[in-house]
Antibody, heavy 121, light 107 residues
């Protein structure tokens, strides 16, 4: 049974870098993309980006060049870094497994439990 | 980017009723649409992909339909566990985008 367990700092100051890690249990990285999605309080879902087993990435242009993702197969972990955070980045962040449904694009079938990240001075 | 619009924002319904949720894409997305259910304090759960394919573990009384720009999620007979927030997501193009959600609440 695939499980994703995520963790990271929950309180940041403006201009700091958000860092989250997600550990995969009960599955393999191979054949899937591994994504990050966030949800501002009381709001909808926003796709941040995704990384493949081979390390190729796709990011949401709305986040400019602030996103860095990495994947470490030896530790079964993948990570997200979002630089120069502001209050607008306050949200619950989810890691998720992406199933390719159309070329290299797809939907998310397994999700982490979510991490609330608050940006406040 | 493709804008996904869900309607209505909130639907008040009684258990046992049949309900249809709508999702509209700002441009053609063929059948590259997924539906998710989210309960308070929980991560979203995949229900439907490919517009009409039920995900593993999704209830049999849920069904999806549509293609192009108009999609629906139908719950044939509302159960207590169905009262939740529902999102649609397109994966035709990057960036993936989600609708703002429809909240099903008990009447």
């Amino acid at each position: 049974q695939v499980q994703l367990q995520q963790w990271g700092a929950g309180l940041l100051k403006p201009s700091e870098t958000l860092s989250l890690t997600c550990t995969l249990y009960g599955g393999s990285f191979s054949g899937y993309y591994w994504g990050w999605i966030r949800q501002a309080p009381g709001k909808g879902l926003e796709w941040i980006g995704e990384i493949s087993y081979s390390g190729s990435t796709n990011n949401n242009p709305s986040l400019k060049n602030r996103v860095t993702m990495s994947l470490d197969t030896s530790s079964n972990q993948f990570s997200l870094r979002l630089s120069s955070v502001t209050a607008a980045d306050t949200a619950t962040y989810y890691c998720a497994r992406m199933v390719r449904g159309y070329f290299d694009r797809g939907y998310f079938d397994y999700w982490g439990q979510g991490t609330l990240v608050t940006v406040s001075s | 980017e493709i804008v996904m619009t869900q309607s209505p924002a909130t639907l008040s319904v009684s258990p046992g009723e049949r309900v249809t949720l709508s999702c509209r894409a700002s441009q053609n997305i063929d059948s590259h649409l997924a539906w998710y259910q989210q309960k308070p304090g929980q991560a979203p759960r995949l229900l439907i992909y490919g517009a009409n394919m039920r995900a593993t573990g999704a209830p049999a009384w849920l069904s999806g339909s549509g293609s192009g720009t108009e999609f629906t999620l139908t719950i044939s007979s509302l159960q207590s566990e169905d009262f939740a927030l529902y999102f649609c997501q397109q994966y035709q193009n990057w960036p993936y985008t989600f609708g703002q959600g429809t909240k099903l609440e008990i009447k």
